[in-house]
């Protein structure tokens, strides 16, 4: 027991010691606690409340067991007696009814006579029927729906320009010269004049398809149905494929030279308003998206402004990765990406069409079976690969452990984020 109340006692101080971090840290930032810090705070102050019951009655337990200990002491101990355990034979119903005459003349004082000795013997001699003695009559549920660990929803996909798919092959128009217009030098001069001029960006779309044969027994005798979890696959894989596909060519598109992260939170914050600055420099329009890989976002919701210091981007969310901004940027987590990938750009530059005929079934009648498939048509198309930037060595910063002040004079350490080498 007093093993038990210790590991209560050591959680509600760990818990305290948690929530009094938390509010320190809030104090000493001089601001209020974020949504996701109450929301532990509430968590935390809940568990404590149970804590501090089980903890009560188990204290009140553990006086209880002394109080016990101590009269015992008070008293001579009787000397223990043992008990010797008496196997009884195996039952043999010719024991109680040797012959067939004297199991009815039990049956009848049983039930007219109601003998308790006659009761006894019938119930000694009664089969008992039991789920084990009939696995056979006993079906065993399937309970659905069946479990899937596909990820179907594209983040990628869903974050850039959707637009329907034409035909298999388009020109995308886009101006490679715009008209002029300048400051008039004097009244009735004449003004500025420059021909537009419009090229096109060819973009050809790909096929994606798969197809499977499912006999007739099968699609009619499976519960749940064989075919709608074959049509639910078919459709969880095409948007398995596309995305990664589509998140494959946008990374092949990119041309732009990378910007490295740097070493510590001040130089990646360098890194993604310089990478900014550069295409908004170039006239292409200030980027709103961040695209990154699993581990990228894993170490930009680990990282903290510096030892010992404040989460550097708390609106990362473990529960909802695409939620979050960095700096005001859309974040887009796809596990399509290749590690250590974060690419900056405007969301409205890159492209996806595509046209979906979805689910296709054809019978076969000679040799009963279903022919089944699914198939859709998509193209990508970055419409200015210089407007997207990568940002290089995201994903191999170190976080360092909370460092301890040892300048002497108080106060927190110096921000050391490091970078292992690459």
Known sequence: ?????????????????????????????????????????????????????????????????????????????????????????????????????????AVHRAMTQRDPEAIAAIERATAHQMTTDNPGLIPRPILGPVVSMLDATRPFISSVTNRPLPTGKFDRPTIT????????????????????????????????????????????WTSPSILQIVFDDFAAIYADRTDDDACTQFVASVVAAGVDAGATYGDLLTALYGAAAATYGAGNGLP????VAPNVWAQLGGMLTQPGGAAAFPGLSIRSPQSGSPLGLDLVVDHHFPADTAILGPARLAEWYEDVDGLLQVQEPDVLGQLVGYAGYAAFLNVNPASFTPIEGIGSLVVPPLAADTSGGGGGGTATQTKSAR
């Open 288 to 291: 709103d998206t961040l695209w």
């Open 177 to 220: 010269q715009h008209v002029d217009v300048q400051k008039q030098a004097v009244e009735k001069d004449l003004t500025a004049s420059r021909k537009m001029t419009i090229g096109n960006l060819p973009v050809t779309a790909a096929t994606y398809a798969g197809h499977l044969n499912i006999s007739r027994q099968d699609v009619k």
């Open 1 to 105: 027991m007093p093993s038990y109340l210790d590991r209560l006692n050591a959680e509600f101080d760990g818990i305290t010691d948690g929530v009094n971090a938390v509010l320190e840290r809030a104090a000493n930032e001089d601001r209020d606690v974020t949504d996701d810090e109450q929301t532990q705070i509430d968590r935390d102050d809940a568990r404590r409340q149970e804590l501090t019951r089980s903890i009560e009655h188990y204290t009140e337990v553990e006086e209880r067991t002394g109080r016990v200990a101590v009269l015992r002491g008070r008293v001579p101990a009787t000397p223990r007696t043992t008990t010797t355990q008496v196997v009884e034979p195996a039952y043999d119903i010719a024991r109680d009814f040797p012959t067939p005459a004297h199991w009815a003349i």
